[in-house]
């Protein structure tokens, strides 16, 4: 099994930058094909090699299935990348199932539907006060010519916290870069190591299979990709590249500490409480459940991370410790495939048999290691300190929000999965009357009009409810883009000659 | 305890009608594919004892498939189907719906090809009965009735507990139990509430049950002898077949699947057909029987209270046989997407699958069996995209709930219904609000 060339994988993919505090995110048109592969040609993209000293800046470019076709790869190798990716983001049915209905509907976003949809997005990074000149060097002199910029996102450093003021990306699934673990072995114990080819193409999934993707015969342009480790004769467009999906989620911070204290009796601590139960964490970052006396495989043993990311939902089956409904119980319930631990065999075939543990909540979730995301998000907006969100907004109240980016090699079981099955879903975890507190929408659904609750469960006595909870966050846009490989992307750079 | 049972006719079209079915089938919807409960031609919700109704032409996409064994296809007739699942007994569901709707009823079936003005409907439906060979129900006796009530109950104690909020806050879960006890006594005596005990089980239908829960065992420990003789040679054979069998899981056309999803995620469950051809052969046929029968025996008298193996979200499903046994239909009403629907069944009971679906034409390889198969999920989901048919009209009596929450509205009604309950019986109880 051949190690992975980090150099023809895009940085992003094995690192979040934490060091680039400034970055930036152009939405791009192409205006002229020959330019845009020539810009493509002379552009430093970043690779995953760890370098020393460690670069200052940063380059990565991610094109949507409408960019590639502009960029001139043809429609039949296009159709070999994955439905959701070639449809796009707003196709109707998919609106349905990631609650971007109502106010999120993408007839009002800002960028990413009908004629909005960007062919590229190219992203830059930089430590502190080098982003405009990289900006500048790194555009260069085709720029122009070949790109219309639609828009772009600038993003803030709010120092690892996001704008409502919790801690934030503490929670990363860990990449078995050395194809090390066995994913057709079950799961009995909850791990944070999660296969290559969830979060890189061409590699093996957590079913142990290849994920579909463009194959090529080989000729000269494509001589220098690498052969498909599936199909050996082919050459694998793809490998080394994975699916990015960027939505522009407008948090109303105002909105949501004013509520969570007006629900609380006044008092920014008070509401803190409940904030802390929406999210699941403490504004810090720990968890509401405690830690695992034993390690988790992936999850590293350094204090801070034992203390923040070492811990699963089993000890707290009532949710009276993190409610089922809290922010990170929802996007990671931490299952691993099996309810109750069946160690042995035996035990294994009759959970199978569905004669395991038959309580209410017993075996709700699918397991997670199908759905794992790798986010790279970024905040944008001004620091706004809850006990200064309780003021009315002034009337040029700059925009909060997140950039979110999340990486993954199958868009639809892991992002869309997770954003419908988990977030979205009012039915999440044997619930009924809400959706994520953070992100739901708290539109109706037929036949239950209830949707805006949060239930803190508690031991022995009745759940605390919290209802009519408003819509925090808006979707302002989004799209599915392709991540090449450094290969793909010299690649692309040859098109139409 | 009122048994559910099932009902499904089905009738070739006439090739000159089917556009006019088509736009009559279309008439009946609020939304595509999902019915209007009270549309002119059925108007399901007024039949109390209807649990799901669908109606669908079934136009198999597959059928020349079997080319890949070196046989012509036949042609086959284009069905339409009518199905339902039901509480009581199908004869006199059919002569209440024949009662109710006969001019919706007639208008529908008079596109099929040997239905005339002077046809009896209801003799008509019982010669077009097209039954089961597996069907499971996700929880046995509970009838559309109680789940209505059960949900009217449910949604009246969170809005007394609304108004009580500050007076429950800190009882102790078996003082909660008391007092909604005496609160859905006190609705049930003013009339707001119903909670209709349980009709007596119909004498026959325990018979029946019993004979069917001892008579399969009985059956296979007769065969057993035959089964152990033949055992090894089916194996050989069935190996030969698994390695040889072709696999068709091409990427489905878009623009079908796309078609598809405009009837999908409009509600809490969704509704999924998938139609194919067997495999050929002996071999194919009996394992398809016998797994199928297994099924059904487990659906009947294990699987009873809402969990089919380890899945929690399908209501109600089944297979039926069509043209000789050639080919198979697999209908079921299932709770959220086809996507995390296909990924529970993949990643819980893939085995159950590989069993029963391996033996139609094109299904990714298996091995021994149960092995294998789904768990290439790829192949799998676009295999059984590519057999998933559109349901023209689909209908939900209860539209809002899923499996799980008439399972908790259920508990919730069964406490209630316990004069007491001990702390920890009252701590869960309690936790279920």
């Known amino acids: 099994m051949s190690e992975v060339d980090l150099k023809d994988v895009q940085g992003l993919v094995r690192f979040g930058y934490g060091k680039m505090t400034e970055a930036s995110y ?13 810009w493509l040609r002379a552009a430093p993209i970043t690779s995953a090699v760890t370098m020393d000293p460690p670069p200052k800046v940063a380059l990565q470019v991610a094109f949507t299935a409408r960019g590639l076709a502009e960029l001139g790869l043809p429609s039949s190798v296009i159709a070999a990348f994955s439905p959701e990716f070639i449809t796009g983001m707003t196709e109707e049915s998919r609106t349905r199932r990631l609650g971007d209905v109502g106010t999120n509907a993408p007839a009002q976003w800002a960028w ?56 934030d990306g503490i929670s990363q699934p860990e990449i078995d870069w050395k194809r090390e673990r066995d994913p057709t072995k079950a799961q009995i114990d909850y791990s944070n190591v999660v296969a290559l080819g969830e979060f890189l ?51 109303d911070v105002r909105g949501f500490w004013q509520f969570v204290s007006r629900e609380m009796g006044g008092s920014v601590a008070a509401g803190e409480k409940l904030a802390t139960a929406m999210v699941g964490r403490t504004r810090a970052g720990d968890p509401l459940v405690p830690i ?22 089993a000890r707290d089956p009532i ?10 119980r929802r996007a990671n319930p931490r299952n691993p495939d099996f309810p109750g631990r069946p160690a042995s065999l035996l035990k294994r075939i009759v959970t199978m048999l569905g004669f395991g543990p038959r309580g209410f909540r017993d075996d709700l979730m699918s397991p997670v290691r199908f759905h794992r995301i790798l986010r790279r998000g970024r905040e944008y907006g001004p620091e706004l300190l809850p006990e200064n969100a309780l003021s009315p907004a002034p009337p040029d109240d700059p925009a909060r929000g997140l950039h979110f980016v999340c990486l993954n090699a199958n868009i639809s079981r892991q992002f869309e999965f997770l954003q419908n099955a988990w977030i979205v879903n009012t039915k999440f975890s044997g619930m009924t009357s809400e959706s994520d507190p953070l992100l739901g929408t708290r539109t109706e659904v037929a036949g239950c009009p209830v949707t805006a609750d949060f239930n803190q469960p508690r031991a022995g006595r009745l759940r605390r409810r919290v209802s009519a909870l408003p819509q925090f966050v808006t979707v302002r846009g989004g799209a599915y883009f392709f991540l090449p490989s450094l290969r793909a992307l010299r690649y692309f750079a040859t098109l139409g000659r | 305890m009122t048994p559910q049972s099932n009902f499904m006719v089905l009738a070739p079209i006439d090739p000159a009608r089917e556009a006019a079915l088509r736009t009559r089938l279309e008439s009946m919807n609020k939304a595509p594919g999902v019915a209007d409960p009270n549309n002119s031609l059925i108007p399901f919700e007024q039949f109390d004892r209807l649990h799901y109704a669908r109606l669908v032409i079934l136009n198999d996409q597959t059928t020349g498939d079997i080319r890949v064994y070196g046989l012509e296809p036949r042609t086959y007739p284009l069905y339409f189907a009518f199905l339902g699942d039901i509480d009581g007994d199908k004869e006199s569901f059919l002569e209440q719906l024949a009662h109710r709707a006969p001019s919706g009823l007639g208008t529908i079936f008079s596109c099929c090809a040997d239905f005339g003005r002077e046809t009896d409907l209801v003799r008509w439906m019982r010669e077009h009965e097209a039954p089961p060979i597996a069907n499971y129900v996700n929880w046995r006796g509970r009838t559309v009735r109680r789940a209505w009530q059960e949900a009217k109950l449910h949604d009246a104690i969170q809005t007394f507990l609304e108004i009580r909020a500050a007076e429950f806050a800190e009882l102790p879960a078996r003082e909660v139990h008391r007092r909604l006890r005496d609160f859905v006594q006190t609705e049930k005596s003013a009339g707001r509430l119903a909670l209709t005990p349980e009709a007596p089980t119909p004498g026959e239908w325990s018979i029946k049950n019993a004979l069917h829960l001892l008579g399969m065992p009985l059956l296979f420990l007769l065969a057993l002898p035959l089964l152990i003789l033949l055992t090894p040679f089916y194996l050989i054979w069935l190996r030969r077949l698994e390695k040889t069998d072709p696999e068709l899981c091409a990427r489905v056309d878009q623009a079908y699947s796309d078609g598809l999803a405009q009837a999908e995620d409009r509600l809490v469950s969704n509704q999924f057909t998938a139609m194919g051809s067997l495999k050929p052969g002996f071999v194919r046929l009996s394992t398809t029987i016998g797994v199928l029968w297994t099924v059904n025996w487990g659906a009947r008298h294990l699987f009873t209270r809402g969990r089919l193996a380890r899945i929690r979200t399908i209501h109600f499903a089944r297979w039926v046989f069509l043209d000789d046994r050639k080919r198979m239909v697999f209908f079921s009403n299932y709770d959220g997407t086809v996507e995390s629907y296909m990924d529970d069944f993949i990643n819980k009971t893939g085995f159950g699958l590989n069993m029963v679906f391996s033996n139609g034409i094109g299904y990714p390889r298996t091995n021994w069996l149960a092995l294998d198969g789904c768990q290439d999920e790829r192949k799998y989901k676009d295999f059984l995209r590519r057999h998933t048919l559109p349901s023209q009209v689909w209908y939900k009596a209860y539209p809002g709930l899923s499996a799980i929450d008439l399972e908790r509205n259920s508990r919730i009604r069964e406490g209630l219904e316990a004069r007491r309950l001990n702390e920890e019986q009252a701590r869960e109880w309690v936790a279920l609000l």
Request: hydrophobic share 35%; net charge negative.
């Open chain 1, 112 to 167: 990413g539907y009908a004629a909005n949809v960007p062919h590229l997005v190219v992203m830059f990074f930089s430590e502190p006060r080098g982003l405009t000149s990289f900006i500048q060097s790194a555009t260069g002199s085709y720029w122009s010519d070949a790109f219309e910029e639609m828009c772009w996102l600038k993003t803030a450093d709010l120092d690892g916290i996001e704008p409502f003021g919790f801690a």
């Open chain 1, 319 to 328: 949710g009276s410790a993190c409610p089922f409904g809290a922010h990170i």
């Open chain 1, 26 to 38: 152009v939405l791009l048109r192409i205006r002229d094909a020959a330019a845009a592969r020539a």
């Open chain 1, 201 to 251: 193409l061409g590699y093996p999934n957590e079913y142990n299979k290849y994920t579909d993707r463009p194959l090529l015969d080989p000729d000269e342009r494509s001589a220098r990709l690498f052969p498909a480790e599936d199909a050996p004769e082919k050459k694998d467009l793809a490998r080394n590249g994975t699916y990015l999906v960027l939505r522009d989620l407008r948090q």
């Open chain 1, 292 to 313: 695992e006396e034993k390690p988790i495989p992936g999850i590293g043993s350094e204090p801070e991370e034992v203390r923040k990311n070492r811990f699963t939902y």
